[in-house]
């Protein structure tokens, strides 16, 4: 293990059919003002919002409702959940939804009590240490992908700057307290959200495991995530009830974004960088436009990484190890292309939104420059992205 590292994450997770029985006990340990966040609509539909205003009346909680968060949550929809816990001097945050309502509830509950005259820039932009109270908050996970559920990540777009942001808050103060996930609540989410959740995990676990070239634990963790997740992808779209392949393809999502996979490792995140951009300008859904970067980014960095790319093409495909390394790992990188066509996720931004070169060359410019194995500028962006437009990857 090349890199030092503390690591505590303080989620407790409840999981499986019976998770919802620990919500009350959860709920008794905070105060009695709650904020109850969630989204568009999909919690009344499968019957989960009258079991938690249910479970909530029993412990004689006072709920005020935040509905309507939406996918690519704003800043403006953070900002109107800190006037309600202002004024109504919340004790505890219940997120009740997917990534996106998980991370405003930690957006609210990291700067409500900031009385900075411009908390977004000072969070989301400026990366600044949280020094005001920050509310409690615990989840009940509906939709399967980000990790939000145990991680600080908070991802906001501010539509003023068209900015869409991560800030990753620390788990000791910001993970949610505790999460209940049951696969079934995910049951009802419909095939193209349930595929962009795998595909999102599949990127935050291709993020972690391009880097380095020590020999790393996490690594060898990583690719038992990637394989279960294959194997699991398949029964899942096939049969969206099917219990197993759910409840792993949950599990494997938490425990992808958790921390743990990634400790003692440099990590990339460039794909995500991109994609937060694409998604800023074109509010398409996360983990589609991270399939429609992710090949010809690597295609693009495989050289760079040589070894594990190679690496990737044997282990997690079962290239065989014929012709020389560049070969290998060029078609461990073809079958990649082939998970995501095969299971019927986005090839090309322009199945995205994405509409003409002038979009491509805002999204590139407005990209943070970084990345992993090698390190972009705009115009290595910006082919990319036409790779992606134009299908010539
Ligand atoms: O709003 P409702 O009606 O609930 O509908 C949602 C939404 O339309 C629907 N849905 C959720 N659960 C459902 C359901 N529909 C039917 N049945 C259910 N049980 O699914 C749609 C998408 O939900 P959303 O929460 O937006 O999806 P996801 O979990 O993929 O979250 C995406 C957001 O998380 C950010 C993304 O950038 C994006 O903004 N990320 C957060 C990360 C983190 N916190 O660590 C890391 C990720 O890389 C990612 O950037
Ligand atoms: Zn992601």
Known sequence: MEYDFSFCNP??????????????????????????IYGGGSIKKIGLYDEVIRILTECKKNIVELPGVMPNPTWKKVEEGNTLVRKHKIDFILAVGGGSVIDLAKGVANSALCYDPDPFKKYWIDDAPVDNPIIPIGAILTMVGTGSESNGGSVITN???????????PLETSAPRFAILNPEFTYSVPLYQMKAGIFDIFSHLMEQYFSGEDDNVSDY?????????????????????????RSNIMWCATVALNGLVGRSKQQDWEVHAIEHQLSAITDCTHGMGLAAISVPYYKHIYKYG?????????????????????????QGIE??????SESGMVLSIRDLGVDSLDTIREIADSTEEGGGYKQLDHDEIYKILLESYNLTY
């Open 335 to 340: 079958a990649l292309r082939g998970y995501i």
């Open 306 to 330: 040589l070894a594990k790319f190679k690496r990737f093409a044997t282990e997690i495909w079962g290239v065989p190890d014929v012709g020389s390394d560049e070969e290998v790992a060029l």
């Open 159 to 169: 539509e003023d700057l068209k900015i869409k942001t991560g800030r990753v808050f």
């Open 221 to 245: 963790l990583i690719e038992g995530l990637m394989k279960s997740l294959i194997r699991n992808t398949k029964i899942a779209i096939k049969e969206p009830t099917n219990y197993e392949a």
């Open 11 to 36: 989620t407790v997770i409840h999981f499986g059919k019976s998770a919802m029985n620990h919500l009350a006990d959860e709920l008794n340990k905070y105060g009695r003002n709650v904020l109850l």
